[in-house]
């Protein structure tokens, strides 16, 4: 129920410009001339922030943001570093492929592209880790070009306009969405437009508890208008989340603990990690460690459980220290617990490097 599309853009994109959040990946705000082109954030600001920001809250980005453009402040720069210290810097923003798939778009960017991050969709969604979403925010942040997004805030601030009742993650009402995203796009400021709608999810046409009386474009919705916004867009049917029981064992050679590399793909790939098994048995043993080690061990004494909450998944990770017996340590890496500030950990062996430092709980 948008009516009148002209009306519905000023006002949206007047509400941006006096309410749109001061945030490092945009560039400060100065009302274009008419007639003159828009000003854009620089489009390696806009990969990097886009790729953080999925899945992840904006406050929480803000800082890693700042600490990779200090170390990395080119593509170039990227593309060039080691792919651990890319992770490193990542540690504890959570899914880290999208740290792999950014180093690889980098490196791909500047054999392919001659280090110039491309303007148009088609061409962005070749890159790895560029999916629909990205591509658009690329293309109509960076570069003005009139492309479509549709990430969470989009689709629920759309299915709220259209007053859309049906589920928004069937194949069909995406197609819809996308179609209206496409749709409503002005012909100038199209990357400020698409950042406004992304904003007023965000900011005021919440998941719940949305600010219906002071919407910029309260007029133009057909949920507000019957009064169900409430119950817009279905939420999403609950699956049970399975649980996954691991061991973990930090097994000391004098001031030094054995750590893994875990394989380069899958969850928390190429990041590095105590000695970790799947548990079989509800509490570890000796021989068990004998068996899958083939190292000799004094009697494992628990740490401590870490837990740790993933989207589809919940882990339990059950911590212990164990001193090695025998002396067979070539091809294995051996550190301090100072050294592992140099290796790339997840939170949860982050969590059970403290538990090391303070002692069993």
């Given at each position: 129920m948008i009516g009148e599309m002209k009306?519905?853009?000023?006002?949206?994109?007047?509400?941006?410009?006096?309410?749109?959040?001061?945030?490092?990946?945009?560039?400060?705000?100065?009302?274009?001339a008419r007639g003159s082109c828009p000003t854009t954030p620089h489009p390696y600001q806009v990969l990097l922030s886009e790729a953080m920001l999925q899945q992840t809250q904006v406050a929480t980005v803000i800082p890693y943001?700042?600490?990779?453009?200090?170390?990395?402040?080119?593509?170039?720069?990227?593309?060039?570093?080691?792919?651990?210290?890319?992770?490193?810097?990542?540690?504890?923003?959570?899914?880290?492929?999208?740290?792999?798939?950014?180093?690889?778009?980098?490196?791909?960017?500047?054999?392919?592209?001659?280090?110039?991050?491309?303007?148009?969709?088609?061409?962005?969604?070749?890159?790895?880790?560029?999916?629909?979403?990205?591509?658009?925010?690329?293309?109509?942040?960076?570069?003005?070009?009139?492309?479509?997004?549709?990430?969470?805030?989009?689709?629920?601030?759309?299915?709220?306009?259209?007053?859309?009742?049906t589920d928004p993650r069937e194949r069909a009402i995406q197609a819809r969405l996308w179609s209206r995203a496409k749709e409503i796009l002005p012909q100038r400021r199209v990357g400020d437009f698409n950042s406004a709608l992304m904003e007023l999810g965000a900011m005021v046409c919440t998941p719940k508890n949305p600010q219906c009386p002071v919407c910029p474009v309260n007029q133009h919705c057909q949920a507000?208008?019957?009064?169900?916004?409430?119950?817009?867009?279905?939420?999403?049917?609950?699956?049970?989340?399975?649980?996954?029981?691991?061991?973990?064992?930090?097994?000391?050679?004098?001031?030094?603990?054995?750590?893994?590399?875990?394989p380069s793909k899958g969850r928390w790939g190429g990041m590095w990690q105590f000695k970790t098994l799947q548990a079989t048995k509800p509490r570890l043993t000796t021989s068990q460690l004998k068996a899958h080690l083939g190292l000799t061990v004094s009697p494992p004494r628990r740490l401590g459980v870490i837990r740790h909450s993933l989207t589809h998944r919940h882990y339990e990770f059950d911590a212990y220290e164990a001193n090695l017996l025998s002396h067979r340590t070539i091809g294995q890496v051996w550190v301090t617990l100072g050294e592992l500030d140099s290796y790339p950990l997840s939170k949860p062996q982050l969590s059970i490097a403290k538990l090391l430092k303070v002692g069993p709980v």
């Amino acid at each position: 129920m948008i009516g009148e599309m002209k009306k519905f853009q000023r006002a949206l994109l007047a509400w941006y410009d006096k309410n749109r959040r001061d945030l490092p990946w945009r560039i400060p705000f100065s009302r274009p001339a008419r007639g003159s082109c828009p000003t854009t954030p620089h489009p390696y600001q806009v990969l990097l922030s886009e790729a953080m920001l999925q899945q992840t809250q904006v406050a929480t980005v803000i800082p890693y943001f700042h600490r990779f453009l200090a170390r990395f402040p080119t593509l170039s720069d990227l593309a060039s570093a080691d792919q651990q210290e890319v992770l490193r810097l990542w540690q504890g923003l959570g899914y880290y492929s999208r740290a792999r798939n950014l180093h690889a778009c980098a490196q791909k960017v500047m054999t392919d592209h001659d280090g110039e991050i491309p303007s148009e969709v088609d061409a962005l969604l070749n890159l790895p880790g560029i999916g629909r979403y990205t591509a658009g925010a690329i293309a109509s942040l960076a570069y003005d070009r009139r492309a479509p997004i549709l990430d969470g805030n989009v689709m629920r601030v759309l299915c709220r306009i259209d007053q859309i009742e049906t589920d928004p993650r069937e194949r069909a009402i995406q197609a819809r969405l996308w179609s209206r995203a496409k749709e409503i796009l002005p012909q100038r400021r199209v990357g400020d437009f698409n950042s406004a709608l992304m904003e007023l999810g965000a900011m005021v046409c919440t998941p719940k508890n949305p600010q219906c009386p002071v919407c910029p474009v309260n007029q133009h919705c057909q949920a507000a208008a019957s009064g169900i916004q409430d119950r817009i867009p279905i939420p999403k049917k609950s699956k049970p989340i399975p649980r996954h029981v691991r061991y973990v064992l930090c097994i000391r050679h004098s001031q030094h603990f054995l750590i893994e590399q875990r394989p380069s793909k899958g969850r928390w790939g190429g990041m590095w990690q105590f000695k970790t098994l799947q548990a079989t048995k509800p509490r570890l043993t000796t021989s068990q460690l004998k068996a899958h080690l083939g190292l000799t061990v004094s009697p494992p004494r628990r740490l401590g459980v870490i837990r740790h909450s993933l989207t589809h998944r919940h882990y339990e990770f059950d911590a212990y220290e164990a001193n090695l017996l025998s002396h067979r340590t070539i091809g294995q890496v051996w550190v301090t617990l100072g050294e592992l500030d140099s290796y790339p950990l997840s939170k949860p062996q982050l969590s059970i490097a403290k538990l090391l430092k303070v002692g069993p709980v």
